[in-house]
């Protein structure tokens, strides 16, 4: 599975859109991305993923480029509590047997 | 829906003794039940693959002798920290998947070995 790049860390004030990048330059043709954040002390938390389309949940926005060498994860509104370690994640095929690596991921401060 | 859980969240536990971990899939059945180990301010490090039915896949550098994991059940995976000691004080994580993409994570345990 190819290798991801985020920044360590970024700050973002409270209510203000918080736009996390990521770059994936070896992705492959099959390989999704997926992004998880993780709170302290707790397990991660999915929060989307997308192939080469744009994507949308209830939790965030996702940004990928035509050429899907890098994305963005978009918080509209950030608050408070998400305050966490945000990762992006480069995963190959279908199936749930897939593992997945981990970075450092992003660690994102939103402050009052 | 596709909720893992995960028990105990905190565990002490003496130098030689053994703990064990409950992971459980409740809304879902997995084939496939992955554990990490996570050290402060770093990654989440891949154990092992645990598979229903099988033996574990173990990461390389992982001692399945010190790491035993057994998954008998559709909804239930167990890791088994033996003869424990300080250094494997850790914050132990595992997770499931329900669809072909998506992947739940148990709310972790923290194990610190005194």
């Known amino acids: 599975d190819a290798k991801t790049t985020q920044p360590p860390s970024m700050d973002c004030a409270e209510g203000r859109a918080a736009n996390l990048p990521c770059n994936h330059s070896t992705i492959s043709g099959n390989e999704y991305v997926y992004w998880y954040r993780q709170i302290h002390s707790q397990g991660p938390q999915y929060i989307i993923h997308?192939?080469?389309?744009?994507e949308t949940n209830e939790m965030a926005s996702l940004i990928i480029t035509e050429d899907r060498k890098s994305s963005t994860l978009i918080l509209p509104h950030a608050t408070l509590r998400d305050t966490a370690v945000y990762y992006c994640i480069v995963r190959g095929g279908a199936g749930n047997n897939r593992k997945l690596i981990w970075g450092l991921g992003t660690s994102l401060a939103v402050n009052p | 829906g596709a909720v893992v859980s995960q028990h105990p969240s905190r565990v002490i536990c003496k130098s030689g003794t053994s703990v064990k971990i409950e992971c459980r899939s409740l809304d879902f059945q997995a084939t496939t039940m992955f554990w990490y180990r996570q050290f402060p301010k770093k990654s989440l490090m891949l154990m092992a693959t645990s598979n229903e039915g099988s033996k574990a896949t173990y990461e390389q550098g992982v001692e399945k002798d010190k790491f035993l994991i057994n998954h008998a059940s559709l909804t239930l995976s167990t890791l088994t920290v033996t003869s424990a000691h300080p250094e494997d004080s850790s914050f132990y994580i595992c997770?499931?998947?329900?669809?072909?993409?998506?992947?739940?994570f148990g709310s972790g345990t923290r194990l610190t070995v005194v």
């Open positions: 997308g192939l080469k389309n744009n």
């Open positions: 997770s499931a998947s329900k669809a072909a993409n998506g992947y739940t």
